[in-house]
């Protein structure tokens, strides 16, 4: 009887050891799966991230030339009207402000 209550206690321990390697083996799949559900969960928010990010710099960069738009168009205008001026406009131009350096400086 004492020789079967012992067979009993270590077929016991031999399927608590089997019991716990069981567990463990399933722990460690559990983990790698998390970690792995884990992984693409970021790369997802991740990309999502990125796409959100490049809207955000296309509308910033349309906001921005819809800006600037006005004021190069007005720029060139006045470039274009610059080059368009004579000869004559821009000698009399150029005699006005001698006169007026000339003045300041006290030289006549």
């Not at 959100?52 to 906001?63: F, H, P, S, T, Y």
Request: aromatic share 0%; charged share 45%; hydrophobic share 40%.
């Amino acid at each position: 009887m004492a020789k079967e209550a012992l067979d009993a206690v270590k077929e016991a321990e031999d399927k608590a050891r089997e019991i716990m390697a069981e567990a463990l083996k399933r722990s460690r799949e559990i983990r790698g799966e998390a970690e792995n559900q884990a992984e693409k969960k970021f790369k997802e928010i991740l990309l999502e991230a990125t796409k959100e990010g490049d809207l955000i710099k296309e509308k910033a960069k349309a906001e921005g030339e819809e800006i600037a738009q006005p004021i190069l168009d007005k720029g060139k205008l006045e470039a274009s009207r610059l080059e368009s001026l004579e000869s004559k406009d821009l000698g009399d131009a150029v005699k006005i402000i001698i006169e007026r350096i000339v003045k300041a400086n006290g030289d006549r």
